[in-house]
């Protein structure tokens, strides 16, 4: 078969980058495309052998893995005169332009903005399916001459450009991706540590105390970000505020002092006038001085201006990367974020040597060489967390390893103490580990000591596996193999993989399932499937047969992690810092059972070096060696400036009883081997010694109800269990599972008082006529306000609504209607959320779908008595309250609804108090949460709650 890289057949051309990747493009003109584009970056194309034959007015070209058939003579490419065939194992399969791939796996987002339990979304198809193909479409995405780095717009009519690539696995697949639109770059070592962030203006005194904090609970900070008010003139400014912040330089060096990285929040876009750089970027573009500092990134002048004369000082002063929080770069068929994430990282790349990286939004195909992903603004409730752990792993579907979250999530003050562990939990376990709010607290020391105690845990479980996971990173540089990934990458055949979104693995050896859900006295029981084969418990190191799934019981301070059989991973001191490169001791563990291996990645961890090909990679194998195992630690190879080869190396090989440990000082240049004579693999055990019964709530969403988890573990049958639940409250069944976990949709009345609410349980069994039983329960502490009349809508265009003083301000609603609009009672369906427990007023779901409007609601409160209470209240596009007729909030402004977004200390008299609210929409969703709590944070108990109370509407 003769050897192609292109071949041309009228105004299509066909090129191949091997046997399975070809790009097939149409240009009317017969201009074709050379130059790489601001996706696809790679023009190199490796050929393949091909025949080319022609059967009527037929041409067929075979790769030998590909049969492609094209009618020429016909406008355009459709599928009438284009399609693919190839096997697939056994199976025919067939592709043609508009297909739509059924089994494709999923990708990523742009963002998670406003995610909830109001308002989740399906994720964007990556390139991994079970049809093992992806089509990439680059039709319209501008040329990227990467000489000038400028973009050249595509505006020939009906050009089509197609990539259409098939593999023999998920890993061949995202290397066939990586190799149209490249590699994911190595980021700064110490990233992997702990990040700390907060939408809240600091001073240099604060910034330093935070510091010392970490230092003091031991555990210190590797990141610090600076959010918007590190400087002047609302969002884009550059001028220090230096009554915050009076010397900058100074607070950059006591920062880099400890050994953090410093990143700053920038809104790309422009420069305000009032700002002293506005006047140095007019000089330096040429422009008048009456022109207004807009800027377009697309335009190398203004982007290359806009960095040298706005960033750079900064940069100068000392802050290591930048935080960039939206975009600026406008182009037909160009995603804004990604040519704006390219203009910033490639900056940060040619000043410094330092290893650049920014946090950004996720701009689309390619943004995998931009990283590290902000998934964004999220509510902090438990249905965010949960999909931020399916999100995250599918991510790498579409070659996205760093995803960093919000960790307790954007939205709300102080969370529940539960749902902060379990996200810090999640956050260990994830690419990135950054604490992060809009002015709310998410510090380990704000939720008393058994929260930090498991804080601590779950991060000494992080610092101990940067060797591991920096190790990871390299993987998904060279191998395009995500950091966190699905269970399918490694068990394709399985069948149940696909369906645990809620499980993932970290790297080839450790299978996390973090919990997503409040328990009973912090005690879940998880349900988790380990795929075929041998497991150890992380914590425990017990011995666990797969292929089934199991009941895992977790205290508070314990997330579901598991190691399979043949893992030797490398790991550090927790005390280490992310930054150390080369940890000593370094302590591998090794679990029996099969054979295994991992490589060892090691470089300076701080700059482009690794580039130049100054790093090194130390092999760890452990085989089975007659009625032993032995585990052969190197030899390293490469070298770098700082690599200490002389080394301390602990292997733990993990098994029965006490676990056998050996220590030598090795030179990792030559290796060394550890043999173990005593290696019978563990019995399996049983995964809890006591029987136990637990209570849990999983997070409803708009579209599924909430549930009730009743479980007991011990493995027994014939087991009975019981709940008891306030009144009106009621389960259905809905689904039990073999391991000994029963699930309940659970029905809350929409509307109820404020109170705390108790649910209890209780299991037992009798064995050997001896009855055994336990029973638990859980506090609902519900502080929601739903009963509502509402009353609308009137125009709101620019948000000038929420200054206009409508007729209902007037008598503050008193009237039963309003040039013919009525207060009417809110849709039930526009009710949403059970178990933070919070509930959100959707009115997007009570009007249906508008925009740039105002609407009031109404409600009377009852107390027995006079009383101080507070009003926690949140809302998407502003809000106004009023309370007896009086204004006791006014935020008209837009802002992430989240409770307690804005706080109201009021005093209700006795009797009815009545409550209006203005509620402001721009575009998009909208709604508001309102709840009653006491000066000290808990539900205001004995109201009662009257969306008419004794006064007549």
């Given at each position: 078969?003769?050897?192609h890289?292109?071949?041309?057949?009228?105004?299509?051309?066909?090129?191949?980058?091997?046997?399975?990747?070809?790009?097939?493009?149409?240009?009317?003109?017969?201009?074709?495309?050379?130059?790489?584009?601001?996706?696809?970056?790679?023009?190199?194309?490796?050929?393949?052998?091909?025949?080319?034959e022609?059967?009527?007015?037929?041409?067929?070209?075979?790769?030998?893995?590909?049969?492609?058939?094209?009618?020429?003579?016909?406008?355009?490419?459709?599928?009438d005169?284009?399609?693919?065939?190839?096997?697939?194992?056994?199976?025919?399969?067939?592709?043609?332009?508009?297909?739509?791939?059924?089994?494709?796996?999923?990708?990523t987002?742009?963002?998670?903005?406003?995610?909830?339990?109001?308002?989740?979304?399906?994720?964007?198809?990556?390139?991994?399916?079970?049809?093992?193909?992806?089509?990439?479409?680059?039709?319209?995405?501008?040329?990227?001459?990467?000489?000038?780095?400028?973009?050249?717009?595509?505006?020939?009519?009906?050009y089509?450009?197609?990539?259409?690539?098939?593999?023999?696995?998920?890993?061949?697949?995202?290397?066939?991706?990586?190799?149209?639109?490249?590699r994911?770059?190595?980021?700064?070592?110490?990233?992997?540590?702990?990040?700390?962030?907060?939408?809240?203006?600091?001073?240099?005194?604060?910034?330093?105390?935070?510091?010392?904090?970490?230092?003091?609970?031991?555990?210190?900070?590797?990141?610090?970000?600076?959010?918007?008010?590190?400087?002047?003139?609302?969002?884009e400014g550059?001028?220090?505020?230096?009554?915050?912040?009076?010397?900058?330089?100074?607070?950059?060096v006591?920062?880099?002092?400890?050994?953090?990285?410093?990143?700053?929040?920038?809104?790309?876009?422009?420069?305000?006038?009032?700002?002293?750089?506005?006047?140095?970027?007019?000089?330096?573009?040429?422009?008048?001085?009456?022109?207004?500092?807009?800027?377009?990134?697309?335009?190398?002048?203004?982007?290359?201006?806009?960095?040298?004369?706005?960033?750079?000082?900064?940069?100068?002063?000392?802050?290591?990367?930048?935080?960039?929080?939206?975009?600026?770069?406008?182009?037909?068929?160009?995603?804004?974020?990604?040519?704006?994430?390219?203009?910033?990282?490639?900056?940060?790349?040619?000043?410094?040597?330092?290893?650049p990286?920014?946090?950004?939004?996720?701009?689309?195909?390619?943004?995998?060489?931009?990283?590290?992903?902000?998934?964004?603004?999220?509510?902090?409730?438990?249905?965010?967390?949960?999909?931020?752990?399916?999100?995250?792993?599918?991510?790498?579907?579409?070659?996205?390893?760093?995803?960093?979250?919000?960790?307790g999530?954007?939205?709300?003050?102080r969370?529940?103490?539960?749902?902060?562990?379990?996200?810090?939990?999640?956050?260990?376990?994830?690419?990135?580990?950054?604490?992060?709010?809009?002015?709310?607290?998410?510090?380990?020391w704000?939720?008393?000591?058994?929260?930090?105690?498991?804080?601590?845990?779950?991060?000494?479980?992080?610092?101990?596996?940067?060797?591991?996971?920096?190790?990871?990173c390299?993987?998904?540089?060279?191998?395009?193999?995500?950091?966190?990934?699905?269970?399918?990458?490694?068990?394709?055949?399985?069948?149940?993989?696909y369906?645990?979104?809620?499980?993932?693995?970290?790297?080839?050896?450790?299978?996390?399932?973090?919990?997503?859900?409040?328990?009973?006295?912090?005690?879940?029981?998880?349900?988790?499937?380990?795929?075929?084969?041998?497991?150890?418990d992380?914590?425990?190191g017990?011995?666990?047969?797969?292929?089934?799934?199991?009941?895992?019981?977790?205290?508070?301070d314990?997330?579901?992690?598991?190691?399979?059989?043949?893992?030797?991973?490398?790991?550090?001191?927790?005390?280490?810092?992310?930054?150390?490169?080369?940890p000593?001791?370094?302590?591998?563990?090794?679990?029996?059972?099969?054979?295994?291996?991992?490589?060892?990645?090691?470089?300076?961890?701080?700059?482009?070096?690794?580039?130049?090909?100054?790093?090194?990679?130390?092999?760890?194998?452990?085989?089975?060696?007659?009625?032993?195992?032995?585990?052969?630690?190197?030899?390293?190879?490469?070298?770098?400036?700082?690599?200490?080869?002389?080394r301390?190396?602990?292997?733990?090989?993990?098994?029965?009883?006490?676990?056998?440990?050996?220590?030598?000082?090795?030179?990792?240049?030559?290796?060394?081997?550890?043999?173990?004579?005593?290696?019978?693999?563990?019995?399996?055990?049983?995964?809890?010694?006591?029987?136990?019964?637990?209570?849990?709530?999983?997070?409803?969403?708009?579209?599924?109800?909430?549930?009730?988890?009743?479980?007991?573990?011990?493995?027994?049958?014939?087991?009975?269990?019981?709940?008891?639940?306030?009144?009106?409250?009621?389960?259905?069944?809905?689904?039990?599972?073999?391991?000994?976990?029963?699930?309940?949709?659970?029905?809350?009345?929409?509307?109820?008082?404020?109170?705390?609410?108790?649910?209890?349980?209780?299991?037992?069994?009798?064995q050997?006529?001896?009855?055994?039983?336990?029973?638990?329960?859980?506090?609902?502490?519900?502080?929601?306000?739903t009963?509502?009349?509402?009353?609308?809508?009137?125009s709101?265009?620019?948000?000038?609504?929420?200054?206009?003083?409508?007729?209902?301000?007037?008598?503050?609603?008193?009237?039963?209607?309003?040039?013919?609009?009525?207060?009417?009672?809110?849709?039930?369906?526009?009710?949403?959320?059970?178990?933070l427990?919070?509930?959100y007023?959707?009115?997007?779901?009570?009007?249906?779908?508008?925009?740039?409007?105002?609407?009031?609601?109404?409600?009377?409160?009852?107390?027995?008595?006079?009383?101080?209470?507070?009003?926690?209240?949140?809302?998407?596009?502003?809000?106004?309250?009023?309370?007896?007729?009086?204004?006791?909030?006014?935020?008209?402004?837009?802002?992430?609804?989240?409770?307690?977004?804005?706080?109201?200390?009021?005093?209700?008299?006795?009797?009815?108090?009545?409550?209006?609210?203005?509620?402001?929409?721009?575009?998009?969703?909208?709604g508001?949460?309102?709840?009653?709590?006491?000066?000290?944070?808990?539900?205001?108990?004995?109201?009662?709650?009257?969306?008419?109370?004794?006064?007549?509407?």
């Amino acid at each position: 078969m003769p050897f192609h890289s292109s071949i041309i057949i009228g105004s299509v051309r066909f090129q191949f980058y091997s046997a399975l990747v070809i790009r097939i493009e149409y240009s009317p003109s017969g201009c074709f495309r050379d130059i790489p584009t601001a996706v696809v970056a790679n023009r190199e194309l490796g050929g393949a052998e091909v025949t080319v034959e022609e059967h009527c007015s037929e041409v067929i070209i075979d790769t030998g893995r590909l049969v492609v058939h094209y009618q020429p003579g016909t406008m355009g490419l459709s599928r009438d005169n284009l399609w693919v065939e190839w096997m697939d194992s056994s199976t025919r399969r067939e592709w043609r332009p508009g297909d739509v791939d059924t089994l494709n796996l999923g990708g990523t987002l742009r963002s998670l903005d406003g995610f909830g339990a109001e308002k989740l979304y399906k994720v964007d198809p990556g390139v991994i399916s079970r049809s093992k193909y992806f089509v990439l479409d680059d039709s319209t995405t501008p040329g990227h001459d990467t000489d000038g780095d400028s973009l050249w717009p595509q505006f020939e009519e009906g050009y089509v450009d197609i990539y259409f690539a098939v593999y023999d696995d998920f890993t061949q697949g995202l290397q066939a991706y990586a190799g149209l639109t490249g590699r994911v770059p190595m980021i700064p070592r110490r990233a992997l540590g702990l990040w700390f962030s907060r939408y809240y203006p600091y001073s240099n005194y604060e910034f330093r105390e935070i510091v010392r904090k970490f230092e003091k609970l031991k555990v210190p900070l590797d990141v610090l970000v600076m959010d918007v008010d590190w400087h002047l003139w609302g969002w884009e400014g550059f001028d220090w505020d230096t009554d915050l912040i009076p010397d900058p330089s100074d607070l950059l060096v006591w920062l880099h002092e400890r050994g953090l990285l410093v990143g700053a929040n920038v809104h790309p876009g422009g420069v305000p006038d009032q700002d002293s750089h506005s006047a140095k970027m007019r000089d330096a573009l040429g422009w008048d001085s009456n022109t207004p500092v807009k800027l377009d990134l697309t335009d190398p002048d203004q982007a290359h201006a806009y960095m040298d004369v706005a960033h750079q000082p900064v940069m100068e002063q000392g802050i290591d990367f930048w935080w960039v929080d939206g975009d600026s770069a406008h182009m037909q068929g160009l995603d804004s974020q990604h040519a704006t994430n390219h203009v910033y990282f490639t900056f940060t790349k040619q000043h410094s040597d330092a290893r650049p990286m920014i946090l950004s939004r996720f701009g689309g195909l390619g943004s995998h060489r931009y990283p590290i992903g902000f998934s964004g603004d999220t509510k902090s409730d438990w249905a965010a967390l949960a999909y931020q752990v399916e999100f995250t792993s599918t991510a790498g579907n579409a070659l996205m390893p760093y995803w960093s979250h919000d960790i307790g999530g954007f939205c709300g003050n102080r969370i529940d103490s539960q749902l902060y562990v379990r996200w810090v939990q999640f956050g260990a376990l994830s690419p990135i580990l950054r604490l992060h709010s809009d002015h709310g607290y998410r510090a380990p020391w704000d939720y008393g000591p058994e929260v930090y105690a498991a804080f601590k845990k779950a991060y000494d479980l992080r610092l101990s596996l940067i060797p591991y996971i920096y190790s990871l990173c390299r993987e998904s540089h060279s191998d395009s193999m995500p950091l966190v990934r699905p269970m399918y990458y490694h068990w394709p055949e399985d069948e149940e993989c696909y369906q645990r979104g809620s499980q993932f693995m970290l790297g080839p050896w450790l299978l996390a399932c973090p919990v997503t859900y409040p328990a009973s006295g912090g005690r879940a029981h998880v349900e988790v499937y380990l795929p075929d084969g041998i497991w150890f418990d992380y914590w425990t190191g017990h011995r666990i047969d797969g292929g089934r799934s199991i009941l895992y019981p977790c205290p508070l301070d314990r997330t579901p992690l598991f190691v399979r059989a043949g893992a030797v991973i490398p790991t550090q001191n927790p005390m280490s810092k992310a930054s150390a490169c080369c940890p000593d001791p370094l302590v591998i563990h090794a679990y029996p059972g099969a054979d295994g291996g991992f490589t060892i990645y090691e470089d300076d961890g701080e700059t482009q070096d690794w580039e130049r090909g100054e790093f090194t990679l130390c092999p760890v194998t452990m085989v089975r060696e007659g009625d032993g195992v032995k585990v052969s630690v190197g030899p390293a190879e490469g070298q770098f400036i700082g690599w200490k080869r002389e080394r301390n190396v602990i292997v733990q090989m993990h098994g029965a009883g006490e676990s056998a440990t050996q220590e030598k000082v090795i030179d990792l240049r030559d290796g060394a081997e550890f043999l173990f004579t005593e290696t019978e693999v563990p019995p399996s055990s049983d995964i809890a010694e006591d029987f136990e019964v637990s209570l849990a709530m999983i997070q409803g969403t708009a579209q599924l109800p909430a549930l009730l988890q009743l479980s007991a573990v011990h493995g027994i049958k014939n087991m009975q269990l019981s709940v008891d639940l306030p009144e009106g409250w009621s389960v259905n069944p809905h689904h039990i599972s073999s391991s000994g976990l029963s699930m309940y949709t659970l029905q809350i009345p929409r509307h109820q008082p404020p109170g705390i609410y108790n649910i209890s349980a209780q299991a037992c069994i009798s064995q050997d006529d001896i009855l055994i039983q336990d029973s638990t329960n859980m506090e609902w502490a519900y502080a929601s306000i739903t009963q509502f009349n509402i009353l609308g809508t009137f125009s709101n265009n620019c948000n000038s609504g929420m200054e206009i003083p409508y007729p209902p301000e007037a008598d503050c609603g008193r009237s039963a209607s309003y040039n013919g609009r009525v207060w009417k009672p809110i849709n039930d369906t526009a009710v949403i959320g059970d178990v933070l427990p919070v509930r959100y007023i959707d009115l997007t779901r009570h009007f249906g779908p508008i925009c740039d409007v105002v609407a009031y609601a109404m409600t009377w409160i009852h107390s027995e008595w006079p009383r101080d209470v507070s009003f926690d209240i949140g809302a998407d596009d502003g809000i106004i309250a009023w309370l007896n007729g009086a204004v006791i909030l006014s935020a008209p402004e837009p802002g992430p609804a989240a409770p307690g977004q804005f706080r109201a200390s009021v005093h209700l008299r006795a009797g009815w108090n009545q409550v209006m609210l203005k509620i402001g929409q721009l575009f998009g969703d909208w709604g508001f949460y309102f709840e009653i709590r006491t000066p000290d944070g808990n539900p205001a108990e004995g109201l009662r709650i009257s969306p008419t109370g004794t006064c007549e509407i």
